[in-house]
């Protein structure tokens, strides 16, 4: 937790040092970021969906013999098949940049993120923007 009475010099040199070290390993990072695809199937195998690495429809595929299925089902199976592929795109993202942070990536899900900077403002003692 920040502690602003005890700050020293040094303490801002070491923060300045492990931020020019995190910046270093992240641009190396982006590269295979912009590589990362998910992939996820359902309805046994029968729909498979892959997406970038945001989370985009990059393809769905559809096995003929899906085609037996009713249309809700099959609407099911391939909302299933993308969610599971976004869910893969994310998992590689994260483990990327925890991988490029030494163990330490952040969420890259929006509610941990903002539970996150509520934590580090609350620990600085100001105010979330959100509270009101």
């Known amino acids: 937790m920040f502690d602003p009475d005890g700050f020293r ?3 801002l040199e070491r923060v300045a ?3 020019e070290e ?3 390993r992240l641009s190396g990072v982006f590269g295979d970021l912009r590589d990362v695809t998910g ?3 359902a ?3 029968l729909v498979r969906a892959v997406v970038d690495g945001g989370g985009r429809i990059g393809e769905v595929t559809l096995d003929p013999r899906v085609m037996r299925l009713d249309s809700r089902s099959i ?3 391939v909302t299933e098949a993308v969610r599971a592929a976004q869910q ?3 998992r ?3 483990e990327l940049l925890r991988d490029a942070m030494g163990g330490d990536a952040p969420s890259l899900d929006p509610a941990g993120t903002e539970a996150w900077l509520k934590d580090v403002t609350d620990a600085m003692g100001a105010p979330w923007p959100h509270e009101g």
């Open 9 to 11: 010099l040094e303490d």
């Open 17 to 19: 040092e492990q931020s």
């Open 22 to 24: 995190a910046l270093r």
């Open 39 to 41: 992939e996820g199937t």
């Open 43 to 45: 309805a046994g195998g």
């Open 75 to 77: 609407a099911e199976a």
């Open 88 to 90: 893969d795109a994310q």
């Open 92 to 94: 590689k993202n994260e």
